[in-house]
């Protein structure tokens, strides 16, 4: 191939100033046409060791000295400093740019997309000197995968065409030149090499995460500045939130997607509209839907296989469902009628007007970006429980929204099933269409990554399709499907093969399921399968296999036994197969081994052995500790590892340690209520502040943040401040959660006046009474609390100006509070939460005859006094007048004479409220003499038998005569 081959042009046009930064984001796509002139370069066959002078090096290679990756990155970085053919520099670098992105797309379409590649990677890459028979070829490709391994975290083992990764790797990701002065699309292309080997990896690796994040950083300091279009923004917002779900950071990736949708002023809402579901339906019910419409300058181009024709869509299988319709039948009436029932599940939201005149059963076609984003926004909804009944009924409409408006782009329909398919594999009438259709996707994908090189798959048995062969029209070209992967969270094959195996074993399918693993050879997946069926026995022979040399030979393969040494040299996996046995059988010396044989890398090997220590009786809770900062030290992103080490140092009682470990769990998932709420319960027990938690105000609500910096320095409730700021963040995450907010309620009023801030104790004590008030009624108020309120209400100086006296001729004047302010809310407390649920409680119904006489309504004090007596008659009368308990009588005794010379006595004199025009006024009780004297009347009759000539006698006796001379 001469150097005059045709490539696009954009090649020597990368490193020009004048490019434009869309250009520079996504300069090329590349299809089979494109790509082989690549890969055919006099500069890529240098790099690829076409060359004589290089066989001595390839020598190593294919004795395993180095692996052909190593190869490949020390070829890069040589060529990158020496002058070739009188090209500069920056042609240099753009050719191996090309080169690099040519072997990434040619990966992708072999492993992700499809089609078919149109030629064989390996005849085109590795040179013949290492291709002198298929055993050394295999040898080569294996090697590459093992140092595809990653902190013990080893890639799939037949990973096909891993020559193309490889030249992608060592070009785009192992080596600096290109980032050197070098495009922006340099660095995103390392970013985008770095995040598809995480997702071949079985787990998040610590090392690629930091890498990742660092080269992001880097590209959001470009593209998100002011100058860049809002449609290149949008597009690399939605593929930042994507690496955020897969890394679990389902809040940063939520904030993403909202922001990309508003770059590109993408409408769309999930409301309620009236329709029917199933067949036998007779009335319109509110289904969910989402209406969305893409903004009108936003429909992208989008590459089709065909000129002139309609895109290509894979095959959308029909429910064929005896009772649920195919798709939800909308009622068809006037559009004003239609938005007068709409519910909308928004909090406090409408719809938009662009999105209210939508017909939800019509509705247009999306932007593939737009698309995208709803996809997304589904993803990160059900990264974290899929099996979640109300989380699925939210999703299912973003999904369907993308399948039933159709799709541009065949990649992102395809995408779209996946997602439906996932969604519904959890309902007993849409699970049979789930399964068919992941095994539909599942057969196009195999059929679409069928790879020419026979040696690439001699170890694999290629599968009988379950369903027919896709059709041409449900096909489309590889410069169509790669057009917009990067925001698609995609799978690759043997993931998505390895995802349909799960979902048969979901259905009880084990046999199909097992098939399918066998043939991938993903023996720790197989040995799982088998485990979650209680055949541990066969799980563990199977992983021992792959591990230890064989015993008792001649046997048939149930009955032969793995007990020999270790293999030399182990499998890539061998640290997660070491920590399957270690599960199986609660062996810590198996985790142990896995952490020996990553060379001290594989964390998941440390949790694991603090997961055990925790479970044994008494807890080694201080080796648990210690396993928990081995794993962190690998990979300090882990969410789980922080919370879990967290809580072991509130066992031990070292406070600072676990507000520094909770403050790095919060920083990793805001959203995570458990850690706030074990974040103030550390903060509580530390004596004196320190630098460690310097950091809790600063991931606080704006509102919540300014009121942190607003507090004098030298506040001597810092801490409780810091608590109470961390537990009411855990309860606005968890709404409904009454052991929150007691907490909060706890905290908050447990600091004095007048540093109390009021509003979080009214605003803890509505909120359990709203969660617990049905069940437990009154017993969820906290009595001494709600007192404290109480005080304040009635004799806090600060609020006297907030207050407007009414003297309607009574004693003393009326009290009318604003509404807003604490005093306000303490009433409100009062009268629509507590005195509903006022049952048997005396103590409540004094502090409400408190508050009435305060307002100044005397009628409803003394009525307040005696319900309060009567709740304690009520609950005293077996054991003060049956069982002759002396506690009992006394409380009787105390609540009568609180209700004679505290109520009768003080109020019913008074004249009534709310007399402000009248003639005479009337008083509270004209009758309160005779109320008195019957109430202690009773009283005594009651405990004659028991009490005559007691002291409660003879204070009730005195009490009866203090009336009658009244």
Same mark, same amino acid.
């Given at each position: 191939?001469?150097?005059?081959?045709? =490539?696009?042009?954009?090649?020597?046009t990368?490193?020009?100033?004048?490019s434009?930064?869309?250009q520079?984001?996504?300069?090329?796509?590349?299809?089979? !046409?494109?790509?082989?002139?690549?890969?055919?370069?006099?500069?890529?066959?240098?790099?690829?060791?076409?060359?004589?002078?290089?066989?001595s090096?390839? %020598?190593?290679?294919? &004795?395993?000295?180095?692996?052909?990756t190593t190869?490949? $990155?020390?070829?890069?970085?040589?060529?990158?400093?020496t002058?070739?053919?009188?090209?500069?520099?920056?042609?240099?670098?753009?050719?191996l740019?090309?080169?690099?992105?040519? $072997?990434?797309?040619?990966?992708?379409q072999?492993?992700?997309?499809?089609?078919?590649?149109s030629?064989?990677?390996?005849?085109?890459?590795?040179?013949?000197?290492?291709?002198?028979?298929?055993?050394?070829?295999r040898a080569?490709r294996?090697?590459?995968?093992?140092?595809?391994?990653?902190?013990?975290e080893?890639?799939?083992?037949?990973?096909? +065409?891993v020559e193309?990764?490889?030249? !992608?790797?060592?070009i785009l990701?192992?080596?600096?030149?290109?980032?050197?002065?070098g495009?922006l699309?340099?660095?995103?292309?390392?970013?985008r090499?770095?995040?598809?080997?995480?997702k071949?990896l079985?787990e998040?690796?610590?090392?690629?995460?930091d890498?990742?994040y660092y080269d992001?950083e880097q590209?959001?300091?470009?593209?998100?500045?002011?100058?860049?279009?809002?449609?290149?923004?949008?597009?690399?917002?939605?593929?930042?939130a994507?690496?955020?779900?897969?890394?679990?950071l389902d809040s940063?990736?939520?904030?993403d997607?909202?922001?990309a949708?508003?770059e590109?002023?993408?409408?769309?809402?999930?409301?309620?509209?009236?329709?029917?579901?199933?067949?036998?339906?007779?009335?319109?019910?509110?289904?969910?839907?989402?209406?969305?419409? &893409?903004?009108?300058?936003?429909m992208? %181009?989008t590459i089709?296989s065909?000129?002139?024709s309609?895109?290509?869509?894979?095959?959308?299988?029909?429910l064929?469902?005896?009772?649920?319709?195919e798709?939800?039948?909308?009622?068809?009436?006037?559009?004003?009628?239609?938005?007068?029932? *709409?519910?909308?599940?928004?909090?406090?939201s409408?719809l938009p007007?662009?999105?209210a005149?939508?017909?939800?059963?019509?509705?247009?076609?999306?932007?593939?970006?737009?698309?995208?984003?709803?996809l997304?926004l589904?993803?990160?909804?059900? +990264?974290t429980?899929?099996?979640?009944?109300?989380t699925?009924?939210?999703t299912?409409?973003?999904a369907?929204?993308?399948?039933?408006?159709?799709?541009?782009?065949?990649?992102?329909?395809?995408?779209?099933l996946l997602?439906?398919?996932?969604i519904?594999g =959890?309902?007993?009438? %849409?699970v049979?269409?789930?399964?068919?259709?992941? *095994?539909?996707l599942?057969?196009?994908?195999?059929a679409?990554?069928?790879?020419?090189?026979s040696?690439?798959?001699s170890t694999i048995?290629?599968?009988?399709t379950?369903?027919?062969?896709?059709?041409k029209s449900? &096909?489309?070209s590889?410069a169509?499907?790669?057009?917009?992967?990067?925001l698609l969270?995609?799978s690759?094959?043997?993931d998505?093969?390895a995802?349909?195996a799960?979902?048969?074993?979901n259905?009880?399918?084990?046999?199909t399921?097992l098939?399918i693993?066998?043939?991938l050879?993903m #023996?720790a997946?197989?040995?799982?399968?088998?485990?979650a069926?209680?055949?541990?026995?066969?799980?563990?022979?199977m992983?021992?296999?792959?591990l230890?040399?064989?015993?008792?030979?001649?046997?048939?393969d149930?009955?032969?036994r793995f007990?020999g040494?270790?293999l030399?040299?182990?499998?890539?996996? !061998?640290?997660?197969?070491?920590?399957?046995?270690?599960d199986i059988?609660?062996?810590?010396?198996m985790?142990?081994r896995a952490?020996?044989?990553?060379?001290?890398? =594989?964390?998941?090997?440390?949790?694991?052995l603090?997961?055990?220590?925790?479970?044994?009786?008494?807890?080694?809770l201080?080796?648990?500790?210690?396993?928990?900062?081995k794993?962190?030290?690998?990979?300090?992103?882990n969410?789980?590892?922080?919370?879990s080490?967290g809580?072991?140092?509130?066992?031990l009682?070292?406070?600072?340690? $676990?507000?520094?470990?909770?403050?790095?769990?919060?920083?990793?998932?805001?959203?995570?209520a458990?850690?706030w709420?074990?974040?103030?319960?550390?903060?509580?027990r530390t004596?004196?502040p +320190?630098?460690?938690?310097?950091?809790v105000?600063?991931?606080l609500?704006d509102e919540e943040?300014e009121?942190?910096?607003?507090?004098a320095?030298?506040?001597?409730?810092?801490?409780?401040?810091?608590?109470l700021?961390?537990?009411?963040? @855990?309860a606005?995450l968890?709404n409904t959660?009454s052991?929150?907010?007691?907490?909060?309620l %706890?905290?908050?009023?447990?600091?004095?006046?007048?540093f109390?801030?009021?509003?979080d104790?009214?605003?803890?004590?509505?909120?359990?009474i709203?969660?617990?008030?049905d069940?437990?009624g009154?017993?969820?108020?906290?009595?001494?609390?709600?007192g404290?309120l109480?005080?304040?209400?009635?004799? $806090?100086?600060?609020?006297?100006?907030l207050l407007?006296?009414?003297?309607?001729?009574s004693?003393?004047?009326?009290?009318?509070?604003?509404?807003?302010?604490?005093?306000?809310q303490?009433?409100s407390?009062?009268?629509?939460?507590?005195?509903?649920?006022?049952?048997?409680?005396?103590?409540?119904?004094?502090?409400?005859?408190?508050?009435?006489?305060?307002?100044?309504q005397?009628?409803?004090a003394?009525e307040?006094?005696?319900?309060a007596?009567?709740?304690?008659? @009520?609950?005293s009368?077996q054991?003060?007048?049956?069982?002759?308990?002396?506690?009992? #009588?006394?409380?009787?005794?105390?609540?009568?004479e609180?209700?004679?010379?505290?109520? =009768?006595?003080?109020y019913?004199p008074?004249?009534?409220?709310? *007399?402000?025009?009248?003639?005479?006024?009337?008083?509270v009780?004209?009758?309160?003499?005779?109320?008195?004297?019957?109430?202690v009347?009773?009283?005594?009759?009651?405990?004659?038998?028991?009490?005559?000539?007691?002291?409660?006698?003879?204070?009730?006796?005195?009490?009866?005569?203090?009336?009658?001379?009244?």
């Amino acid at each position: 191939m001469t150097a005059s081959v045709a =490539y696009p042009a954009s090649l020597d046009t990368l490193y020009d100033e004048g490019s434009s930064l869309k250009q520079l984001y996504e300069p090329i796509r590349l299809a089979d !046409a494109e790509i082989i002139p690549i890969l055919q370069l006099p500069l890529a066959k240098i790099i690829f060791g076409h060359c004589s002078a290089d066989e001595s090096t390839l %020598t190593r290679v294919s &004795s395993g000295e180095i692996s052909y990756t190593t190869f490949l $990155a020390n070829k890069t970085k040589s060529i990158s400093h020496t002058q070739l053919d009188g090209s500069t520099p920056e042609q240099r670098s753009s050719q191996l740019l090309h080169i690099g992105l040519a $072997a990434l797309f040619g990966f992708l379409q072999s492993n992700v997309t499809g089609p078919p590649l149109s030629f064989n990677p390996a005849e085109l890459i590795i040179p013949s000197v290492l291709q002198t028979d298929p055993a050394g070829l295999r040898a080569i490709r294996a090697h590459i995968i093992r140092d595809l391994s990653v902190d013990g975290e080893a890639a799939y083992r037949l990973t096909p +065409n891993v020559e193309l990764f490889a030249i !992608a790797k060592a070009i785009l990701a192992d080596t600096d030149f290109l980032l050197v002065n070098g495009p922006l699309v340099a660095r995103v292309a390392r970013m985008r090499v770095n995040f598809l080997h995480q997702k071949m990896l079985s787990e998040i690796t610590g090392t690629l995460q930091d890498a990742i994040y660092y080269d992001m950083e880097q590209i959001s300091n470009v593209l998100l500045d002011a100058n860049t279009a809002s449609s290149e923004k949008g597009k690399f917002l939605l593929e930042r939130a994507l690496i955020h779900t897969h890394h679990g950071l389902d809040s940063k990736a939520r904030a993403d997607i909202d922001r990309a949708a508003s770059e590109r002023s993408f409408k769309f809402a999930l409301t309620g509209k009236l329709g029917k579901r199933t067949k036998f339906q007779e009335r319109d019910i509110s289904q969910l839907v989402i209406i969305a419409k &893409s903004a009108d300058d936003a429909m992208d %181009t989008t590459i089709n296989s065909t000129d002139n024709s309609e895109p290509s869509e894979p095959k959308n299988l029909d429910l064929n469902d005896d009772t649920l319709l195919e798709s939800i039948s909308f009622t068809k009436d006037d559009k004003q009628q239609s938005q007068d029932k *709409q519910v909308t599940v928004q909090e406090e939201s409408t719809l938009p007007p662009g999105l209210a005149s939508l017909d939800p059963g019509n509705q247009p076609k999306l932007s593939p970006v737009d698309s995208a984003i709803l996809l997304a926004l589904a993803a990160a909804i059900t +990264n974290t429980t899929p099996e979640n009944g109300l989380t699925r009924e939210e999703t299912h409409p973003y999904a369907t929204r993308v399948l039933e408006g159709g799709s541009s782009n065949w990649q992102i329909y395809t995408q779209g099933l996946l997602a439906r398919s996932r969604i519904e594999g =959890y309902r007993a009438r %849409t699970v049979e269409r789930s399964v068919l259709q992941m *095994q539909a996707l599942v057969d196009q994908v195999i059929a679409d990554t069928a790879t020419l090189d026979s040696e690439a798959t001699s170890t694999i048995e290629e599968p009988t399709t379950f369903l027919p062969r896709p059709e041409k029209s449900e &096909s489309a070209s590889a410069a169509e499907r790669l057009e917009y992967i990067w925001l698609l969270n995609f799978s690759t094959r043997w993931d998505l093969e390895a995802e349909l195996a799960s979902r048969w074993v979901n259905l009880g399918g084990l046999r199909t399921a097992l098939d399918i693993y066998e043939r991938l050879q993903m #023996w720790a997946e197989a040995a799982l399968c088998y485990a979650a069926t209680d055949r541990e026995e066969k799980a563990k022979s199977m992983v021992r296999r792959q591990l230890y040399e064989p015993t008792d030979q001649g046997l048939d393969d149930e009955n032969e036994r793995f007990e020999g040494p270790e293999l030399l040299p182990l499998p890539a996996d !061998a640290p997660r197969l070491f920590c399957i046995l270690g599960d199986i059988d609660s062996d810590p010396s198996m985790y142990e081994r896995a952490w020996e044989a990553s060379n001290n890398r =594989y964390a998941r090997a440390q949790r694991s052995l603090a997961r055990h220590y925790l479970t044994v009786k008494p807890p080694a809770l201080e080796k648990a500790e210690e396993a928990f900062r081995k794993s962190l030290h690998i990979n300090r992103l882990n969410h789980g590892a922080w919370f879990s080490l967290g809580c072991v140092q509130l066992e031990l009682q070292r406070w600072d340690d $676990a507000i520094i470990s909770f403050t790095r769990a919060v920083q990793l998932e805001e959203n995570d209520a458990e850690s706030w709420s074990n974040l103030a319960a550390a903060i509580l027990r530390t004596s004196q502040p +320190n630098e460690s938690t310097t950091t809790v105000a600063e991931h606080l609500p704006d509102e919540e943040h300014e009121l942190e910096t607003e507090k004098a320095p030298e506040d001597p409730h810092k801490r409780k401040r810091e608590a109470l700021a961390a537990l009411s963040r @855990a309860a606005q995450l968890k709404n409904t959660n009454s052991r929150i907010w007691d907490n909060v309620l %706890t905290v908050a009023a447990s600091i004095p006046p007048p540093f109390t801030p009021f509003r979080d104790v009214i605003t803890a004590q509505k909120k359990i009474i709203d969660i617990l008030g049905d069940k437990k009624g009154e017993k969820c108020i906290d009595i001494p609390i709600l007192g404290m309120l109480v005080d304040y209400l009635t004799t $806090a100086y600060e609020y006297k100006e907030l207050l407007i006296k009414v003297d309607n001729g009574s004693e003393p004047p009326q009290q009318v509070v604003r509404s807003g302010t604490i005093a306000g809310q303490i009433l409100s407390l009062l009268d629509n939460s507590i005195v509903p649920h006022i049952t048997h409680s005396s103590s409540l119904w004094l502090l409400v005859a408190r508050v009435e006489q305060w307002r100044g309504q005397p009628s409803k004090a003394l009525e307040a006094h005696e319900k309060a007596w009567r709740a304690t008659v @009520a609950s005293s009368t077996q054991g003060a007048f049956q069982m002759g308990d002396e506690k009992k #009588w006394m409380e009787v005794v105390h609540a009568t004479e609180k209700l004679v010379r505290n109520g =009768y006595s003080k109020y019913g004199p008074m004249n009534k409220e709310g *007399q402000e025009d009248a003639d005479e006024a009337e008083l509270v009780a004209k009758d309160w003499r005779f109320k008195a004297r019957s109430a202690v009347r009773g009283i005594l009759g009651k405990g004659k038998e028991f009490w005559e000539d007691s002291e409660g006698w003879s204070r009730l006796k005195e009490l009866q005569s203090e009336v009658g001379s009244a």
